[in-house]
């Protein structure tokens, strides 16, 4: 049993959800702090509502995405290792592993009852996330299927803890759009040939690499140019200027690492890096919060 667990974690690559959870609890953080500046308290069960929903909801979206793709990552000479192609783990192991992470994201959000929101919005939220699986086989534009998949993290946390849509949590949420869509072109670049021969949709295999790595970088513009939206519109401090400066330069490195002509670098560009993001921004969103509190 343990080994399946850790067999299953790996299949949905955990580890990743720090992609996208720090966005949400930096959302959660600026939601909560106006609520006490409008008197509102805090409840614990709300932060294990979001903790719960991203871990249950990302689990599900990634294994159907297994599943979708187990024909296509068997054919794929990067992805034939993935676990159900290598029979490592049953289709029906995996099957059962999507539906309990589906039933866990849906039951999760009674947590944050008597706001029926989440409850509500949750089947929706849950078809969007799976849908993207099927994307890249009609759509050049897959990519901002996902980066949209993301973006709803930090809009759903403040919908969970405020019970309504602001201009701050829709900011952060193009900053995880336009971020999530430019790396996901990026990481894309090391299947160009394979989505050509199997007429998959990718703006790599469509507009070629060089194209498809500006683009790339003009999301990524736009996802600063985002980011310092939500520092004026959110009032937020020099600490969260500072960070988003910092993120600029490490997109920059980004963009350094990985070449039309040498692909070998995209892993660091794609996990150190976007973690290295994603966390320094948390990191840096909530010590302004606290900076300015006090």
């Known amino acids: 049993m343990p080994t399946r667990i850790r067999q299953l974690l790996e299949m949905i690559r955990f580890s990743h959800t720090l992609f996208a959870l720090p966005f949400a609890l930096l959302a959660a953080g600026m939601a909560w702090w106006k609520?006490?500046?409008?008197?509102?308290?805090?409840?614990?069960?709300?932060?294990?509502?979001?903790?719960?929903?991203?871990?249950?909801?990302?689990?599900?979206?990634m294994a159907?995405?297994?599943?979708?793709?187990?024909?296509?990552?068997?054919?794929?000479?990067?992805t034939a290792g993935r676990h159900l192609p290598a029979g490592l783990l049953s289709l029906p192991t995996v099957v059962t592993f999507t539906v309990i992470c589906g039933v866990g994201f849906v039951a999760s959000t009674l947590l944050f009852l008597p706001n029926r929101l989440p409850l509500l919005l949750s089947l929706p939220v849950l078809a969007f996330l799976c849908g993207y699986s099927y994307a890249k086989r009609f759509t050049a534009w897959c990519h901002y299927w996902l980066s949209a998949a993301l973006m709803l993290s930090p809009i759903a946390a403040w919908i969970a803890i405020r019970g309504n849509v602001e201009w701050p949590p829709v900011l952060l949420g193009l900053v995880v759009f336009f971020w999530v869509g430019g790396f996901d072109i990026?990481?894309?670049?090391?299947?160009?040939d394979f989505d050509r021969d199997r007429r998959l949709h990718s703006l790599p295999a469509r507009l070629g690499i060089p194209a498809a790595l500006r683009l790339a970088m003009l999301s990524h513009v736009l996802m600063v140019v985002c980011l310092f939206g939500l520092w004026y519109v959110a009032e937020l401090g020099p600490v969260f200027f500072v960070g988003a400066c910092l993120v600029a330069v490490l997109l920059a490195y980004e963009h350094w690492l990985v070449r039309p002509d040498d692909l070998t670098r995209v892993n660091i560009a794609f996990f150190q890096v976007n973690i290295i993001i994603s966390m320094g921004l948390l990191v840096v969103g909530l010590a302004d919060l606290w900076w300015t509190a006090h």
Do not use: H
């Open 35 to 61: 609520n006490s500046q409008e008197g509102i308290p805090f409840r614990w069960q709300d932060l294990a509502g979001i903790l719960l929903c991203m871990v249950f909801a990302r689990s599900a979206a």
């Open 186 to 192: 990026i990481y894309a670049c090391q299947d160009t």
């Open 64 to 78: 159907f995405n297994r599943l979708a793709d187990r024909k296509i990552d068997a054919d794929n000479p990067r």
